[in-house]
């Protein structure tokens, strides 16, 4: 879950008892978005794999370049955030859901979202990508590789994780873990054990 709360906002965040992670990002002053007056949970993928490459690019080690882009990449993320629910057409949240359900499934196609929506498959990919900044597709290898980056503390196996969360093999998971994060699984795992 990635939450952003605006400058000066009070707040005391509560996460369920089944434990976890929680990295704070501040961000530098004047880079902050100026459109989100109030704290809000951001379920956009972008803005959630936007934070997931700060905390790659502090675990690399990267230069003060690297994480100055990264930070950028998280305000660039957050503009207009709590906008897009509102205007999304109602097919458009079933597919959104759908996709968040059944994203793990290998077999899971665009195709089959449209199919399940009722809606032509190249009319799905465009008001996708016009609503949300990015293809169905996208969304389908991101909300993968995210669920793997969450996973990775639980001492599965790569390969059993690559299974579990839709991948073909290990080598696809760590080809697009590096992708999104800018480094391989197994690093990712180290840094937080």
């Known amino acids: 879950m990635l939450v952003y709360n605006p400058p000066k906002t009070q707040h005391r965040d509560r996460f369920a008892t089944t434990g976890g992670r929680f990295l704070s ?3 530098p002053p004047g880079s902050e978005p100026a459109t989100i007056a109030n704290a809000v949970v951001l379920d956009r993928g972008e803005a959630r ?3 997931m490459r700060v ?3 502090m675990l690399s080690g990267a230069s003060d370049l690297a994480l100055q882009d990264a930070f950028l990449g998280v305000s660039a993320s957050l ?3 709590g906008d897009e629910n509102r205007t999304l ?3 458009l949240r079933v ?3 759908a996709l968040a359900d059944l994203a793990n499934e290998a077999e899971l196609r665009v195709h089959d979202l449209a199919q399940l929506t009722g809606v032509h498959p190249v009319h799905l990919a465009r008001v996708f990508r016009r609503h949300l900044g990015c293809s169905p597709g996208e ?5 993968r590789v995210e669920r793997a980056a969450a996973a990775l503390s639980t001492g599965h196996s790569l390969a059993g994780l690559a299974a579990e ?3 073909s093999d290990h080598a696809h998971l760590t080809r697009c873990f590096r992708a999104a994060y800018g480094v391989p699984p197994a690093a990712f795992r180290a840094a937080f054990d």
């Open 165 to 167: 969360h839709g991948f």
């Open 89 to 91: 057409p109602s097919w």
């Open 95 to 97: 597919a959104v859901e």
């Open 79 to 81: 503009e207009g955030a």
């Open 25 to 27: 990002i501040d961000l």
């Open 49 to 51: 794999s936007a934070a």
């Open 55 to 57: 905390a790659a690019v």
């Open 139 to 143: 969304v389908i290898r991101r909300t």
